[in-house]
């Protein structure tokens, strides 16, 4: 077998069980030799065992050392990840229908203080005061005519801000919470990538 093999390697991967890993199941493999493709695909990368506990890290260049000890003929050529993050589930609970209502009622509880604290911190019922007498020339304590159309407003306001009402998506543009939780996730990888991938450990030998 020779020619160029491009490997891209997966992001992630996720698997139930303990597994035999092979080469297609981590990487995506593309040659001008449909015989290679296939060869490749089938290659054994790695055993998943119960010691691997719940992540697996398998690092491009371990894959490059290994193809080319296997096939000295053939060039290879990475794009994309260095790493696939391998995360093993092994069982998946139900959510309990107890624990969610608790946690939906100290964020409902949690967000209703903020905003409420927040009115209070920049005198929002004064101001809203202000506004009835400049308009009506007249005072009142609670000028209804304003508040409830603003209370509307704010949730209005943050249902168009997160784009998000239940599961549906007013449109294709990822909401602020959904970026900061892809940036988390990001980071998390990089880390992983960095903590429990081997060629990073001292101990083992290279």
Not at 13 to 31: F, G, Q, R, W
Not at 42 to 66: M, P
Not at 95 to 101: L, Y
């Amino acid at each position: 077998m020779d020619g160029i093999v491009y490997l891209r390697m997966k992001k992630k991967l996720e698997i139930k069980n303990p597994i035999e890993l092979k080469l297609k199941d981590v990487a995506y493999i593309s040659s001008n030799s449909n015989e290679a493709i296939k060869k490749l695909q089938e290659l054994r990368i790695y055993r998943v065992t119960e010691k691997d506990k719940e992540i697996v890290i398998i690092d491009s260049f371990l894959i490059i050392k290994h193809l080319t000890e296997s096939y000295p003929n053939i060039e290879i050529q990475l794009i994309g990840p260095e790493q696939t993050i391998i995360r093993i589930s092994k069982y998946k609970k139900n959510p309990n229908m107890i624990v969610v209502c608790l946690v939906w009622l100290l964020l409902f509880i949690g967000t209703a203080m903020t905003i409420i604290n927040f009115h209070y911190d920049v005198s929002m019922q004064a101001v809203q005061q202000k506004i009835h007498y400049l308009l009506t020339g007249e005072e009142n304590e609670f000028p209804l005519w304003i508040q409830i159309p603003y209370s509307f407003g704010l949730g209005i306001g943050m249902i168009l801000f997160f784009n998000h009402w239940f599961k549906k998506r007013f449109n294709e543009e990822p909401s602020p919470l959904e970026v900061e939780i892809f940036k988390y996730q990001q980071s998390l990888d990089d880390y992983v990538n960095y903590y429990e991938n081997r060629l990073n450990d001292p101990k083992y030998p290279h």
